[in-house]
């Protein structure tokens, strides 16, 4: 939160009014100015600490609090409080003392007898009903919950629950279903404000995997993939619902977030469809540049990366590749793409990007580094992805990855339900601490797991599964 967003009046700033020769100000004009200071401090401090949506505040996986532990064990990570919750891949979003997720309530299924084909393509009717639930942050209780009808229509071993995590901006929390139900609710008491079907609306069809591109705020606009003829990305007005712009035709809208990024001068919105990456101007929707990009059955998931104009993107099936935005920011080009030996190819994580080297979750279960201008892999680690216990990673292994800025270590979340804190660099991986965070309880790849992002809030973890959602202390012992 930023000092001019305060909405402080007019006049005097603020370090000119205060931050005076003491001889110039009176003793009661001193204490003014230093509780009025103080206050404001305290304020920022507070705001700053919420993790509002997906990502963090800035959507950049960057945990920017002071006072965290420096190593934990399992003993330090029981919970503070734990809350009954139902099937969701969808994270926690925290704001305010309250803390915002999704879920889903129905009946087991169970497939047909019958049913051929792969398991991970076959799509059902699964009758239910989406929630949307507010806790309070402190004790993890239920303060309201909004409940709509939703039966699923996407692959069923996956039908669980909502993908995508809540967006909260101000007063109103915007949510996204995995069949396309788009609502803005009230914070204080989940009234409904306004709500839209995308189906309904712009003739989109359900992705295979269902709706998984968490809503992006950007100014007054509402930012979100959608799918359909020329509406692939829609800007609403986050107020009323209304499109302020739409635009693309993609074959689908993928399941990658949408982004907003300063490049060469300028903001753009950069988004990653069935097809291709592309620059956006986010007042208009009109296309600054494209690069074509498509993934393996249109999974689009890991956010791109940006450094320098220098833009990385991984997925499904061994993808990855950079993309150098021009000095201009109206066009770009691919740089490499990977190969069996080259790049990252991570699946459902985000990789950290920084100083010119990227870091995920790759192919056969190996956490990577690699460079980004060439691909070329720095080292490779089963380490985080493998249990603490030995067990091996699985099926589409996951790891997410935070960086806590204070101190420069990272928060490692595995599919097993572990928290790892690291080190990362160029030279290597080196573990610092690891401890069960939450059970694994979704059965996947032949395994049991966990793909849910924890939230990083107020020295708090908060993690969910599709039983219970915890909130875990990290907070520096004295």
């Known amino acids: ?176 279903g995995a069949e396309g139900d788009l609502l803005c609710l009230n914070t204080k008491k989940g009234d409904i404000v306004w709500t839209l079907k995308f189906e309904d609306t712009f003739s989109a069809k359900t992705p295979d995997w269902g709706f998984a591109a968490h809503p992006l705020i950007d100014n007054e606009r509402l930012i979100c993939m959608v799918g359909g003829k020329g509406s692939t990305v829609v800007a609403f007005n986050k107020m009323t619902g209304q499109v302020i712009w739409k635009t693309g035709s993609a074959k689908g809208p993928g399941y990658c977030a949408p982004g907003i990024h300063q490049i060469a001068g300028m903001r753009q919105l950069i988004v990653w469809d069935a097809e291709t990456v592309c620059g956006l101007n986010p007042e208009t929707g009109d296309y600054l540049w494209q690069v074509a990009l498509p993934p393996t059955y249109e999974m689009s998931i890991g956010m791109p990366r940006i450094e320098d104009r220098k833009l990385f993107v991984m997925s499904f099936n ?96 595995n599919d097993h339900g572990e928290l790892i804190m690291a080190n990362l660099s160029p030279q290597g991986y080196k573990e610092i601490s690891r401890a069960k965070l939450i059970e694994p309880t979704h059965t996947a790849g032949g395994r049991q797991l966990v793909w849910s992002h924890p939230a990083f809030a107020n020295q708090r973890v908060y993690a969910r599964n599709d039983r219970e959602i915890i909130c875990v202390d990290l907070s520096a012992k004295d």
């Open 318 to 413: 061994r993808l990855s590749a950079m993309i150098k935005i021009a000095e201009d920011g109206l066009s770009a080009k691919l740089v490499w793409k990977s190969t069996p030996k080259t790049g990252i190819g991570g699946v459902m994580d985000t990789a950290w990007l920084e100083k010119g080297y990227a870091y995920g979750t790759g192919h056969r279960g190996y956490y990577t580094c690699i460079d980004i201008l060439t691909g070329k892999r720095q080292w490779e680690n089963k380490q985080p992805t493998n249990r603490s216990t030995g067990e091996r990673a699985g099926g589409w292994p996951n790891v997410f990855t935070i960086k806590h800025k204070p101190s420069g270590t990272f928060f490692l979340a």
């Open 1 to 176: 939160m930023k000092t001019d967003s305060l909405n402080l009046k007019k006049g005097i700033p603020l370090k000119k009014a205060c931050i005076q020769s003491p001889a110039r100000l009176k003793p009661p004009r001193i204490m003014s100015c230093i509780l009025l200071i103080a206050v404001l401090r305290q304020i920022l401090m507070v705001q700053g600490a919420d993790w509002p949506q997906w990502l963090g505040p800035d959507r950049n996986a960057v945990w920017e609090e002071e006072g965290i532990l420096e190593a934990f064990t399992s003993s330090e990570l029981e919970p503070v409080w734990r809350s009954e919750i139902g099937g969701g891949y969808s994270g926690p979003a925290i704001s305010n003392g309250r803390v915002f997720v999704m879920d889903r309530k129905a009946a087991p299924f169970k497939p047909k007898s019958n049913e051929k084909g792969n398991i991970n393509f076959i799509k059902a009717h699964i009758p239910g009903t989406e929630r949307i639930l507010c806790l309070d942050e402190k004790t993890g209780k239920l303060l309201w919950q909004q409940e709509y009808d939703c039966t699923y229509t996407s692959v069923y071993p996956y039908a669980i629950g909502p993908r995508c995590t809540p967006t909260v901006d101000n007063d109103r929390v915007y949510t996204l």
